[in-house]
């Protein structure tokens, strides 16, 4: 039988990159997906290769659009009971506190922890008075290590997202909810791609035990473990999604 067979599960930020992988990834282990993005026409493209899978939109930093999203997935596909809080990136360029701006900084944590916040809210309740439920919130390696080449912002809302992870842990788990976190390196998307220049990938790579940067399909399978059953008494967690970077530092 597949992992998630027959499991509702929303992937927030999943039109393209890590969250379409992820997406793809439950599609393929039987979940009935529901994609969640602002671009239409990405979700679209996504949505055509995950069958059965329904598209939504919503921005995650505004609890209205949160709940019209939360009334139409349960009546297209039931209730949520996965949820991925993907949703979220970088809004400043990597700065010092003298050059940092204070919309810079509003911007970064409204768009990776306040939306975090709102849609954890939105959903988890849910589960917890049904009695089930898996949520994993996707954080970042600049949460816990930090670097001048970390923006300011997005460094701090992701710590602060790791700890918002484990306390809800904490407060779901006698309601049969587990609440995990994955924290990846330098993912590979296409997005990273484009914008880092060859010769310095090959760096980062070097800088990493297994030799190479991570890819979207890497976070997804960590993704599909915390949302199954295999994972039935891991909650609390945070995972250093890293190719072993963590221990060269």
Known sequence: MSALAGRVALVTGSSRGIGAAIAKRFGDAGARVALHGRDADALARTQAEIPGARAFTADVTH??????MRAAIESELGPVEVLVVNAGGSFEPPCGIEDATEAGWHAAVSGNLTSAFLTLKTFLPGMQQR???????ISSASARR?????PLGYAAAKAGLEQLT?????RAGPHGVRVNC???ETILTARNRERIPENVRASLADAHPLARLGTPEDVADAA???????????TGAIID?????VIRR
């Open 63 to 68: 609890a209205d659009e949160l709940e019209r």
């Open 131 to 137: 009695g089930r439920g898996a949520v994993i919130t």
């Open 146 to 150: 930090p670097h001048v080449k970390n």
């Open 166 to 170: 484990q306390d809800l842990a904490l």
């Open 182 to 184: 994955i924290a990846p």
């Open 224 to 234: 599909l473990f915390l949302a199954s059953d295999q994972s039935a008494w891991i």
């Open 241 to 245: 999604l890293s190719g072993g970077a």
